[in-house]
């Protein structure tokens, strides 16, 4: 795995989880790393999809404690059903450059999509996508591991505030459409944090417990 794509630059790397849940907000996550780190900690970072919880969280810290500088910002359902999915992500990735103290010179991002970003100077930061690019870039990985970090706390905290809300799954499945999640919006109807406009969630009521 490469560090980056350009070691004698600033660059940040973005990533987000909870993009293809039924529940809550996307969280995205932009991370600017060192590039002198070689220890065995820095070089087990990778997709947050290929490590267990306990390892995304002990990496999580980590990565706070090392990087030049991280950003993890979130668009709430309301933001999500205003936009849909793919702008709120966008948006929210945009809020995690714009919260960087220190200003990438480059901007490589998962996927397939992204929007120019400009500085609030009017600068344009350039940008490339990559797809699967969390198995690639280094950068990448770290925001992946920060931003699901993030939405699994938001997940937690939900069912912590409404434990009710078990019988959905959300404990194991994070709130994306397995079975289980399925199954229980078929017989419970949705709650409030369900996106309304998904797929699934469009044709059944909110239910209050």
């Known amino acids: 795995m490469k560090n980056s794509s350009m070691d004698d630059m600033l660059e940040a790397g973005i990533d987000e989880a909870g993009r293809g849940c039924l529940v809550g907000r996307v969280y995205s ?18 997709d ?3 490590l267990s919880a306990k390892k995304r969280q002990e990496l999580r810290l980590y990565i706070e404690n090392i990087a030049v500088d991280y950003s993890v910002q979130y668009a709430d359902i309301e933001e999500i059903e205003e936009k849909n999915i793919l702008h709120a992500t966008i948006a929210s990735m945009h809020r995690c450059v714009g919260a960087l103290r220190v200003e990438p010179e480059n901007i ?7 929007k120019q970003y400009k500085d609030p100077h009017g600068i344009i930061i350039p940008h490339q996508t990559v797809e699967k690019g969390d198995n690639i870039y280094r950068n990448i990985a770290a925001a992946s591991i920060l931003a699901k970090v993030y939405h699994d706390e938001h997940v937690a905290d939900l069912l ?33 944090y369900h996106r309304k406009s998904f797929g699934i969630c469009k044709d059944y009521p909110i239910k209050k417990i």
């Open 29 to 46: 996550a932009a991370v600017i790393l060192p590039h002198t780190y070689t220890d065995d900690i820095y070089l087990g970072i990778k």
């Open 160 to 192: 912590k505030r409404h434990p009710e809300y078990e019988r959905y799954g959300w404990q194991t499945n994070m709130c994306y459409a397995t079975k289980v999640h399925l199954d229980a919006i078929k017989t419970y109807g949705i709650t409030e």
């Open 108 to 114: 490589l991002v998962d996927g397939n999509y992204f």
């Open 48 to 50: 947050s999809k290929k």
